[in-house]
Nanobody, 120 residues
Framework: GQLVESGGGLVQPGDSLRLSCATSGFVFKNYNMGWFRQAPGKERERVAAIDYLTPDTYYLDSVRGRFTISRDNVKKMLYLDMNNLKPDDTAVYYC??????????????WGQGTQVTVSS
C-alpha cells in the first residue's frame, strides 16, 4: 500500500491548514487510519485516529477541539483539518494505516510525511 500526504506548509499562529492523504494498494475502507507527527528532537506521536467502521475518532489532548480527522472511503482519502495552529504544532505529519490499533508499532503503511511549520 501507498500513502501520499499533501497540504503542509508555513503558516502563522492562528491560521488553518488541511492535510490530505491519498491512498492506494490496499482496501482503504477496511483500515483504521491515523495522523502522527514528529517534531525535531522529539518522538513521533499520534495526533488523531479514525476507526474504519463506526467511525470513532481519537485526538491527542493538545489538539482536541482544534483538529478534525475525517475520511472519504469512496475517494480513499484521509484528511486532517487543523485550526488555530500553534508553534507547538510544528512537525512533520505522517498518515498511517492499520488493520488493528493505529499505533507506531502496529500501523502497516506509512506516508513519507509533510512539513507543517507554524511561525510568526
Amino acid at each position: 500500500g501507498q500513502l501520499v500526504e499533501s497540504g503542509g506548509g508555513l503558516v502563522q499562529p492562528g491560521d488553518s491548514l488541511r492535510l490530505s492523504c491519498a491512498t492506494s494498494g490496499f482496501v482503504f475502507k477496511n483500515y483504521n487510519m491515523g495522523w502522527f507527527r514528529q517534531a525535531p528532537g522529539k518522538e513521533r506521536e499520534r495526533v488523531a485516529a479514525i476507526d474504519y467502521l463506526t467511525p470513532d475518532t481519537y485526538y491527542l489532548d493538545s489538539v482536541r477541539g482544534r483538529f478534525t480527522i475525517s475520511r472519504d472511503n469512496v475517494k480513499k482519502m484521509l484528511y486532517l483539518d487543523m485550526n488555530n495552529l500553534k508553534p507547538d504544532d510544528t512537525a512533520v505529519y505522517y498518515c498511517a494505516a492499520s488493520q488493528t490499533a493505529v499505533s507506531i508499532s502496529e500501523s502497516r503503511y506509512w506516508g513519507q510525511g509533510t512539513q507543517v511549520t507554524v511561525s510568526s
